[in-house]
Structures are given as C-alpha cells and as structure tokens.
C-alpha cells in the first residue's frame, strides 16, 4: 500500500510559479510511474505530467515548456514545477502512482491517489 501526500499549493498571480510536491511511503517508489493530475471545479479530472520508474516524462500539451516534473527517488519525492502560471491553471493538483507501468494520461490507470492541494492563480 502507497501513501501519497501533496505540498506546496497556494495562491499566485499569473505568470507566476509554484512548486508541487509529492512524498510517497509505504511501497518500492523507484518502481513506480508517478503522474501528476488536475481538477477544475465542474470539470473532469485531466492528465498534467508524469514521470516514469525509469525517468521518462509525458507532459500534456497545454503544459509543455511551462510545467516540469522530477523525481527523487533517494527521498520518494516527485516535484512538479509550474511557471508561467495561467488562471486556467487553477485547480486541485492530485499524485497518483502506477507500479512498473508506462506513464499514461488516464487516470482510471492509475492505483493510489494523494488527497491533493489547491493551486489558485489570479489574474
């Protein structure tokens, strides 16, 4: 069983940056693909970024050249860099894990979930 927790959102103007966190225990974290998720009041849970056990990362293209997700595998972290923030960025940003597995964008695909943290941007 993984437990997944989320840090480091907040409220920021637009163009601004943010850094995401998420601390992952209880499971071989170096195996699994980590992905990174989004959900907008009214809207569906969307696809942001994932990186996978063995460093490769996806990106989804409304992020690409803004958002950049790392991961330490020494600490069982994985980081989402945000910048160049845009209101339609807001949203609560979910961790998700899949063990072994390619990154994918559903998140039907994915087994464990953090409880996620809110990002506000203004404009």
């Known amino acids: 069983q993984v437990q997944l927790v989320e840090s480091g959102g907040g409220l920021v103007q637009a163009g601004g940056s943010l850094r995401l966190s998420c601390a992952a225990s209880?499971?071989?974290?170096?195996?699994?693909?980590m992905g990174w998720f989004r959900q907008a009041p009214g809207k569906e849970r969307e696809f942001v970024a994932a990186?996978?056990?063995?460093?490769?990362?996806t990106y989804a293209d409304s992020v690409k050249g803004r958002f950049t997700v790392s991961r330490d595998n020494s600490n069982n972290m994985v980081d989402l860099q945000m910048n160049i923030l845009e209101p339609e960025d807001t949203a609560v940003y979910y961790c998700?894990?899949?063990?072994?597995?390619?990154?994918?964008?559903?998140?039907?695909?994915?087994?464990?979930w953090g409880q996620g943290t809110q990002v506000t941007v203004s404009s």
């Open positions: 998700a894990a899949r063990r072994f597995l390619a990154p994918t964008a559903q998140p039907e695909d994915y087994t464990y």
């Open positions: 209880g499971g071989a974290f170096s195996t699994y693909t």
């Open positions: 990186i996978a056990w063995n460093t490769v990362r």
